[in-house]
């Protein structure tokens, strides 16, 4: 069980995109933390999803803490436009940074938080020697570049991994699941070490967001 404040970061992926004002604030005050941005280049992932003008343009309509996603192949040139645009983190993928220490780095150097994903085929242990450069650390419990999969169980024991390796090191790092999380499936997401849930169908599409989100807190 993770010992960090859980929190509910509802991906944008899921919304309405002919009314997103309305809501992201609808989401905001039925009670999320955060809101998560998946950032999609048609390379890495086969989708394409939005980018730094959607950033831009929500940024004044909304409080939420803005954690950004990138499924990209060479996120370094994109670091300082998100930042301009009201990313709050940046959470970048092993598997396009296999050395990441530098982009990490340079993510702090901005006064943003920063965060390493890996994709469910990635060893978990291939994060292990940089979580220490991180404010998060991502585990995709669904194949990345859609929404709407279903959520793939063996990504628990990933973050059963990290929780222990985290514990070992002796730090201060939450851990995040993103891909097909819903209410019941959080409880065991909670109990496996998780604390900043990403759902995007189950919050965006839920008929009470509000219930939504305390059920998938508690």
Not at 15 to 24: H, K, R, V
Not at 100 to 105: A, E, G, Q, V
Not at 181 to 191: D, G, H, K
Request: aromatic residues 6%.
């Amino acid at each position: 069980m993770s010992t960090h404040p859980t929190r509910i970061a509802p991906s944008l992926l899921a919304a309405d995109f002919s009314c997103l004002a309305q809501q992201i604030d609808r989401v905001e005050q039925a009670g999320a933390d955060w809101l998560h941005l998946d950032v999609m280049d048609g390379r890495f992932v086969p989708n394409i999803s939005f980018g730094i003008p959607i950033l831009e343009s929500i940024r004044p309509k909304t409080r939420l803490f803005f954690d950004v996603h990138l499924m990209i192949v060479d996120p370094q040139p994109y670091l300082a436009p998100f930042k301009d645009a009201g990313a709050n983190s940046l959470t970048i993928h092993i598997e396009t940074c296999p050395q990441p220490t530098s982009i990490l780095r340079e993510i702090r150097a901005m006064d943003l938080q920063c965060g390493l994903v890996l994709n469910p085929s990635t060893p978990v242990e291939t994060l292990f020697p940089f979580l220490g450069e991180l404010d998060l650390v991502l585990v995709m419990s669904v194949e990345p570049g859609f929404g709407g999969q279903s959520f793939q169980p063996q990504a628990l024991q990933k973050v059963e991994a990290l929780r222990d390796e985290i514990e070992r090191q002796a730090i201060h790092l939450p851990i995040q699941i993103d891909g097909g999380v819903n209410p019941q499936n959080a409880t065991s997401c909670r109990s496996a070490g998780v604390s900043i849930l990403v759902a995007g169908s189950a919050v965006f599409r839920a008929e009470d967001p509000s219930r939504a989100i305390a059920d998938l807190r508690t």
